[in-house]
């Protein structure tokens, strides 16, 4: 299994860097891309890798935000025959609010009804490689940088937001957030036995520009200290300043940045 960040907030390489994600991601049965980023940049770093994204077979959508499915239309004009898994309620709306600004992050509805796009509630098994889990439980170590999400009347639950599980030799659980919180998203995990968890935390608000506060991350590092047989590769909305502050405190936390390849 090799997983590659086509896009991603940082890059050290050649590639452009973007808020937002998309991972390329091979395994024995599937070309998958997990999430889409917000615009081009996902199809001029796949170029410049030489990955064919018409070859994707498998798309995964982790929920209803744009800079993680913006790019759905352009991929659609290249990709006819992929299956690009959805939760129903990711298109419905979402807003991001910042004192009077409010503002639409949501994606593009007129591809609800789209032929190639499969529209479920809840987990969903795809095949014997991978399913979909979603988590309601969202009591531990919950980030207020969610408290700028919103639904069209209330703020987000993320009852749109899955993750994936991928099972060869080792079990990968691959993240795009993590709104509902890294350590309830573990928790429900367990059953899987992940070797490896790749994601985003959404421990920063791109907005305001704040990461949540130190004791917030001292209690996450407390609990992600439980999976001490798990590799972490966090990138995106968990913010650099939080990056930092949990692998000091965690040894197998590590930053996945644009162009990086992880191969398990």
């Known amino acids: 299994m090799k997983i590659t960040a086509l896009v991603e907030n940082e890059t050290k390489c050649e590639l452009k860097p973007k808020h937002g994600l998309?991972?390329?991601?091979?395994?024995?049965?599937?070309?998958?891309?997990?999430?889409?980023?917000?615009d081009s940049t996902l199809f001029e770093n796949a170029k410049a890798r030489g990955i064919n994204l018409s070859a994707i077979d498998t798309v995964i959508i982790s929920h209803g935000h744009m800079d993680h499915g913006g790019a759905l239309k352009?991929?659609?004009?290249?990709?006819?025959?992929?299956?690009?898994?959805?939760?129903?309620?990711?298109?419905?709306?979402h807003y991001s609010k910042f004192l009077f600004l409010k503002v639409n992050v949501g994606l593009n509805k007129e591809f609800h009804n789209h032929p190639q796009v499969i529209l479920f509630d809840g987990d969903y098994q795809i095949d014997d490689e991978l399913s979909l889990f979603t988590v309601k439980?969202?009591?531990?170590?919950?980030?207020?940088?969610?408290?700028?999400?919103?639904?069209?009347?209330l703020k987000d639950d993320f009852s749109h937001e899955q993750n994936l599980i991928i099972r060869e030799h080792q079990t990968?659980?691959?993240?795009?957030?993590?709104?509902?919180?890294?350590?309830?998203?573990?928790?429900?995990?367990?059953?899987?036995?992940p070797a490896l968890c790749v994601g985003g935390y959404h421990l920063f608000n791109p907005l305001t520009k704040k990461t949540v506060s130190a004791e917030l991350l001292n209690e996450i590092a407390g609990e992600l200290g439980l999976y001490s047989e798990t590799k972490f590769y966090t990138c995106?909305?968990?913010?650099?300043v939080a990056f930092d502050f949990l692998s000091q405190?965690?040894?197998?936390?590590?930053?996945?940045?644009?162009?990086?390849?992880v191969t398990v």
Request: with cysteine; charged share 20%; hydrophobic share 35%.
């Open 22 to 38: 998309s991972l390329y991601i091979e395994t024995q049965n599937h070309k998958i891309l997990f999430d889409l980023g917000p």
């Open 74 to 93: 352009q991929f659609l004009k290249i990709n006819s025959t992929a299956k690009i898994y959805v939760q129903k309620k990711a298109f419905e709306s």
């Open 137 to 153: 439980d969202i009591s531990k170590c919950y980030s207020n940088a969610n408290d700028a999400l919103y639904t069209k009347k």
């Open 172 to 193: 990968a659980l691959i993240m795009g957030c993590g709104h509902t919180g890294i350590v309830n998203i573990m928790k429900k995990a367990e059953q899987y036995r």
């Open 236 to 240: 995106h909305c968990t913010g650099t």
């Open 249 to 261: 405190r965690l040894s197998n936390l590590f930053y996945l940045s644009c162009g990086e390849t």
